[in-house]
């Protein structure tokens, strides 16, 4: 796929910084501009908050079917206190919570007047029922990374630094914090590209990495399969699939951010970018087919 992605973006002049392929046990990383070891995966940083939800849950900390107010329940505000008691952490996860828009992103972020982005959040109007619809939303993200500090003990980003990060050998990475200091958890966490494919590694492994279980296959199957269409593609737990019955997979973020799982090819592409013209949906076709 490596070759096929570095005609792709030649072809079509994309801004790309880097590529990296892992294929049949062989590594090839294409440097094709000048950028930072790390950098901004937006919302490729989704996964990975996933990733801790499951990890949390193969630890018996928490559970996908449990009602979000198990954690946050503290935080709910009266005018959607009812219908937040009908939401499980897997709403969240497939952004089905039942809010009537996304919120949190970089447009909106720091211009709603508070700086407590829980509160925020759970007050947004919620005309779906759970489970209902899926509205793509930074704030549910940011509402799991809370989840996943109340049922670890620690922060989200601390909790995967601790768990899975270091363990995989990732060497460069920080990420966002609220105004409060809680991981921000939908965006602005920083990583390598070669740390992107051993991320999506983890996932090809179906939750094993380097002989060690990391994930339940069961976590791993949900997290991949498509859920709910949002848009013109369908939505697992974090990861997307262009067509319901497609034998790959990604995760994707703003400006080109892309992990690709092709278990087909026995593959993983990570690619790391700043191009807001970068058509993902055609990019990981061609690659995958």
């Given at each position: 796929m490596l070759q096929k992605a570095l005609q792709f973006?030649?072809?079509?002049?994309?801004?790309?910084?880097?590529?990296?392929?892992w294929k049949d046990g062989n590594e090839q990383k294409e440097e094709l501009q000048p950028a930072n070891h790390a950098n901004n995966c937006y919302s490729l940083s989704k996964s990975f908050t996933s990733a801790a939800i499951g990890?949390?849950?193969?630890?018996?900390?928490?559970?996908?079917?449990?009602?979000?107010?198990?954690?946050?329940?503290?935080?709910?505000?009266?005018?959607?206190?009812?219908?937040?008691?009908?939401?499980?952490?897997?709403?969240?996860?497939?952004?089905?919570?039942?809010f009537a828009e996304g919120v949190l992103f970089e447009g909106d972020r720091y211009n709603h007047g508070t700086d407590d982005w829980a509160e925020f959040s759970l007050s947004q109007p919620m005309p779906y029922a759970a489970g209902?619809?899926?509205?793509?939303?930074?704030?549910?993200?940011?509402?799991?990374?809370?989840?996943?500090?109340?049922?670890?003990?620690?922060?989200?980003?601390?909790?995967?630094?601790?768990?899975?990060?270091?363990?995989l050998g990732f060497r460069d990475y920080a990420a966002n914090a609220c105004p409060l200091g809680h991981t921000f958890g939908a965006s602005g966490m920083f990583f390598a590209c070669e740390d992107l494919v051993k991320f999506g590694r983890l996932f090809l492994g179906g939750g094993v990495y380097g002989g060690k279980r990391y994930l339940s296959e069961k976590y791993i199957r949900?997290?991949?399969?498509?859920?709910?269409?949002?848009?013109?593609?369908?939505?697992?737990?974090?990861?997307?699939?262009?067509?319901?019955?497609?034998?790959?997979?990604?995760?994707?973020?703003?400006?080109?951010?892309?992990?690709?799982?092709?278990?087909?090819?026995?593959?993983?592409?990570?690619?790391?970018?700043?191009d807001n013209t970068i058509d993902m949906r055609g990019l990981t076709a061609y690659l995958a087919g």
């Open positions: 973006i030649r072809e079509h002049g994309y801004n790309v910084y880097s590529v990296c392929e990890m949390l849950e193969y630890a018996g900390k928490l559970s996908r079917g449990d009602n979000i107010g198990q954690y946050i329940g503290d935080l709910f505000p009266a005018g959607n206190a009812d219908k937040l008691q009908k939401v499980t952490v897997r709403d969240l996860l497939s952004h089905a919570a039942g209902e619809k899926s509205v793509y939303s930074n704030a549910t993200y940011y509402l799991l990374s809370r989840i996943a500090e109340k049922a670890a003990g620690e922060t989200l980003f601390e909790y995967l630094h601790k768990n899975l990060l270091r363990p949900e997290a991949v399969s498509p859920l709910l269409p949002s848009g013109n593609r369908f939505y697992g737990l974090s990861f997307w699939k262009n067509s319901a019955d497609d034998g790959y997979y990604y995760g994707d973020g703003a400006h080109g951010q892309l992990i690709l799982v092709c278990p087909a090819k026995n593959a993983v592409l990570a690619m790391q970018s700043y």
